[in-house]
């Protein structure tokens, strides 16, 4: 038998909304014929398209939904009328991150399942609270925390549960790429502007730390405490109108995540570099029996036996290609979108089968740990998160 669950998609017309969580996952999923549930039967979903700007929504309910679905999806221009909507039974957010509280309250008066982006709000004490206000009523909740079901980053976590590592040492995250700045027309910005604004919710540390707790916290335990250093590399960008305007949120973040266990983790974020690695986030894992490095979705390891023995002399070109030393590790055989799999997750949660440990409360986490992150960049000391969270 067939169950359907109604998403009122808020935010449709953003890259997040409309790439990653319309036509990569619920469209997806109708197009895959559903999800199936353990009780035999099969979990349909029904996207409701919301956002502000009706030509938009128009084109992806009524041309984009056609050409992988084969119909049109509803839309409308709406929130509090679609998430008053009785047919709905959950509301999902990927409007830009200072829209969120407004639209988790007013999901939690209607008693609605609530799912949203990363991060949950960009005040500590706003994300506390909007993690209370869904547990006290009792409504579903969850946060997308898609990071953790990339192919390459399920590779290192195998290996971390395999022993591959002996006792692990260090961990090195290389995160970002180039965003053009706008001023030359031929190569615009790739990303909005409110992201490199501050008073729009926008900054490297408040986007990208949320990620970096949850994957530290599931690879290795609770952070203990940060060190930041943030910069605001590129002082002047244009926005989506043709105007320049000055950047007030850090483009690039340099810290160091202590973790309780004594792992030391170094995390370079920037949106000011150019890539000379293997992909976009490289994790680089370090223990005393093996290496391994991370991409999206690939994994290259190197255990003891294959390490080289480097000796420093730069009057000699260099006799070892570092690189060959490193193994790559078959591709496992199915690889889902990241975003479509937490999404299965979160509906078979809604639906009555299985937990859901990414919930809101866990995103308020990542808001401490991004707080806390700026925090240590103000003040120029280690920051705990736990010191904020008190
Ligand atoms: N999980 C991830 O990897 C990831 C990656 C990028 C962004 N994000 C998060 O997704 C969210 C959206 O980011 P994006 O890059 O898609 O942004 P975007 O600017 O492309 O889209 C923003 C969306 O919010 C809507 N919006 C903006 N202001 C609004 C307002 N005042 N009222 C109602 N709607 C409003 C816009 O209409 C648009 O639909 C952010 O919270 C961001 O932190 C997550």
Redesign the pocket.
């Known amino acids: 038998m067939d169950r359907t669950l109604t998403v009122a998609l808020?935010?449709?017309?953003?890259?997040?909304?409309g790439n990653?969580h319309l036509i990569r996952s619920l469209l997806a999923i109708i197009q895959q014929g559903g999800v199936p549930l353990a009780s035999g039967d099969t979990l349909q979903v029904e996207p409701i398209l919301v956002?502000?700007?009706e030509e938009k929504l128009r084109q992806l309910a009524l041309e984009v939904a056609p050409q992988q679905i084969g119909r049109a999806v509803e839309f409308s221009t709406d929130?509090e009328a679609v998430i008053a909507d009785n047919r709905v039974d959950i509301v999902f957010d990927?409007?830009?991150?200072?829209?969120?509280p407004r639209v988790i309250r007013a999901a939690v008066e209607h008693g609605k399942a609530i799912y949203c982006?990363?991060?949950v709000a960009v005040e500590l004490a706003e994300a506390i609270q909007l993690a209370e206000l869904c547990e006290t009523a009792g409504v579903k909740n969850g946060v997308?925390q898609?990071?953790l079901w990339l192919p390459g980053i399920c590779q290192l976590r195998k290996l971390r549960d395999e022993g591959f590592f002996g006792e692990i040492l260090g961990v090195r995250g290389d995160f970002g790429y180039w965003v053009f700045s706008g001023h030359d027309p031929q190569r615009p910005a790739q990303?909005?502007s409110?992201?490199y604004r501050a008073e729009d919710?926008g900054g490297m540390i408040i986007?990208m730390f949320c990620?970096w707790q949850y994957l530290l916290n599931d690879l290795l335990g609770p952070i203990a405490a940060v060190l930041t250093h943030a910069k605001v590399d590129v002082p002047q960008r244009i926005d989506e109108a043709g105007n320049a305007y000055q950047c007030t949120a850090d483009d690039a973040a340099y810290a160091i995540f202590e973790m309780e266990s004594g792992v030391t983790c170094q995390f370079n974020s920037s949106w000011s570099t150019r890539v000379r690695r293997d992909d976009l986030l490289t994790i680089q894992m370090d223990g005393t029996q093996g290496s391994a490095v991370a991409g999206l979705r690939d994994c290259w390891v190197q255990d003891l036996a294959s390490t080289p023995t480097p000796v420093w002399n730069p009057d000699v070109p260099q006799p070892i290609n570092f690189c060959e030393a490193w193994r790559k590790l078959p591709a496992p055989p199915v690889e889902e979108n990241a975003f479509k799999t937490q999404w299965e997750l979160f509906l078979k949660h809604v639906a009555g089968e299985g937990d859901f440990p990414w919930s809101i409360r866990a995103g308020a986490a990542g808001v401490a740990l991004a707080q806390a992150g700026l925090l240590s960049a103000q003040e120029r000391r280690w920051v705990s998160p736990s010191e904020l969270l008190t």
Do not use: F, I, Y
């Open positions: 808020h935010g449709a017309t953003g890259r997040m909304g990653q956002a502000r700007e929130l990927a409007a830009s991150t200072q829209v969120r982006e990363k991060p997308v898609d990071k990303r909005p409110w992201n919710g986007d990620h």
